[in-house]
């Protein structure tokens, strides 16, 4: 008789092998995905220590213009220089020449794309304005760089009322989309409350292909809690679309009495998506007198 031989699957020393290579990859997932050969296929993010936080602009100089633009790569999903908390401070009034200074690759208007790679993102920054230059310093220090971070191609619209009446706000927000959108196909509008700035560069500022984003649901100023579950104020994102769905914003309040819940309920017809209130906390101005 013919002497059967034991298959590759029966063999016990496969099998010891075979256990002891899951075994060791369940441990390397449990870890955290420490291990070289697994770190370029499985995304793990990195968990965050809030317990230290980085200078906004550090590793901004690795960002340095490409050889031939006409080759450029596509930027990566996830930018390589995100590292999460931010130091913010407000001691400090920096010039505006400063400003252009420690930002040589944003153009006049306010306008940034990256020098290294094409942005895979196409965000307008809009911002009702009116006499509040301080602030706007401390604001445009610290979010061009959180913006140069996620490698994004952007531009900050500044719409500014004029005269001393009544604020609106709402109707601004309207005047800054209708601008906007002639200037660029934006795939995401980013409606800003100039008195806030954020602290953790992991709060993408880009827009949720279906629904309506609330980016400010942690502001130190309330405490990193929502003063109410529908409060949808400070600062949010949508695409062109979304804007177009809810037709635009309010016109009739005035002071900033109102539009904020206006507008969520106009959302939330959207359904409007949140993400990890931790990573999307962000700074309050002080008030100029």
Same mark, same amino acid.
């Given at each position: 008789?013919?002497?059967?031989?034991?298959?590759?699957?029966?063999?016990?020393?496969? =099998?010891? =092998?075979?256990? #002891?290579?899951?075994?060791?990859?369940?441990?390397?997932?449990?870890?955290?995905?420490?291990?070289?050969?697994?770190?370029?296929?499985?995304?793990?993010?990195?968990?965050?220590?809030?317990?230290?936080?980085?200078?906004?602009?550090?590793?901004?100089?690795?960002?340095?213009p490409a050889p031939d633009?006409?080759?450029?790569?596509?930027?990566?999903?996830?930018?390589?220089?995100?590292? @999460? &908390?931010?130091?913010? #401070?407000?001691?400090?009034? *920096?010039?505006?020449?400063?400003?252009?200074?420690?930002?040589?690759?944003?153009?006049?208007?306010?306008?940034?794309?990256?020098? !290294?790679?094409?942005?895979?993102?196409?965000?307008?920054?809009?911002?009702?304005?009116?006499?509040?230059?301080?602030?706007?310093?401390?604001? &445009?220090?610290?979010?061009?760089?959180? &913006?140069?971070r996620q490698q994004l191609?952007?531009?900050? +619209?500044?719409?500014?009322?004029?005269?001393? @009446?009544?604020?609106?706000?709402?109707? =601004?927000?309207?005047?800054?989309?209708?601008?906007?959108?002639?200037?660029?196909?934006?795939?995401?509008?980013? $409606? *800003?409350?100039?008195?806030?700035?954020?602290?953790? %560069?992991?709060?993408?500022?880009?827009?949720?292909?279906?629904?309506?984003?609330? &980016?400010?649901?942690?502001? %130190?100023?309330?405490?990193?809690?929502?003063?109410?579950?529908?409060?949808?104020? @400070?600062?949010?994102?949508?695409?062109?679309? !979304?804007?177009?769905?809810?037709?635009?914003?309010?016109?009739?309040?005035?002071?900033?009495?109102?539009? %904020? %819940?206006d507008i969520a309920e106009? +959302?939330? $017809? $959207?359904?409007?998506?949140?993400?990890?209130?931790?990573?999307?906390?962000?700074?309050?101005?002080?008030?100029?007198?």
């Open positions: 008789m013919k002497k059967m031989n034991l298959s590759r699957a029966e063999n016990p020393c496969f =099998l010891l =092998l075979l256990v #002891t290579f899951q075994v060791i990859f369940v441990l390397i997932l449990y870890r955290g995905s420490s291990s070289v050969l697994f770190q370029g296929y499985l995304k793990v993010r990195k968990s965050l220590d809030y317990s230290k936080s980085e200078d906004v602009y550090i590793n901004l100089s690795l960002f340095t633009k006409a080759t450029m790569q596509t930027c990566k999903p996830q930018s390589d220089i995100i590292v @999460g &908390l931010l130091t913010i #401070t407000f001691d400090t009034l *920096h010039s505006e020449r400063t400003i252009i200074r420690k930002n040589p690759y944003v153009r006049s208007g306010g306008c940034y794309s990256p020098p !290294h790679c094409l942005a895979r993102y196409k965000t307008a920054i809009i911002v009702p304005y009116r006499n509040c230059e301080k602030q706007l310093h401390h604001f &445009l220090y610290y979010l061009h760089p959180f &913006l140069q191609s952007y531009c900050i +619209y500044l719409i500014h009322q004029a005269g001393s @009446g009544p604020f609106n706000r709402a109707k =601004l927000l309207n005047v800054g989309v209708h601008e906007a959108l002639k200037d660029n196909d934006w795939d995401c509008l980013l $409606l *800003h409350n100039m008195d806030l700035v954020p602290e953790n %560069d992991y709060n993408l500022y880009v827009c949720d292909e279906y629904y309506p984003k609330h &980016l400010s649901t942690a502001i %130190d100023k309330l405490y990193y809690r929502l003063p109410y579950s529908s409060f949808f104020g @400070g600062v949010t994102a949508l695409t062109p679309d !979304h804007y177009m769905k809810i037709n635009g914003f309010p016109n009739t309040y005035w002071e900033r009495l109102g539009e %904020d %819940d106009r +959302y939330y $017809l $959207l359904k409007s998506y949140n993400i990890q209130a931790s990573i999307k906390s962000l700074q309050t101005l002080f008030e100029e007198k």
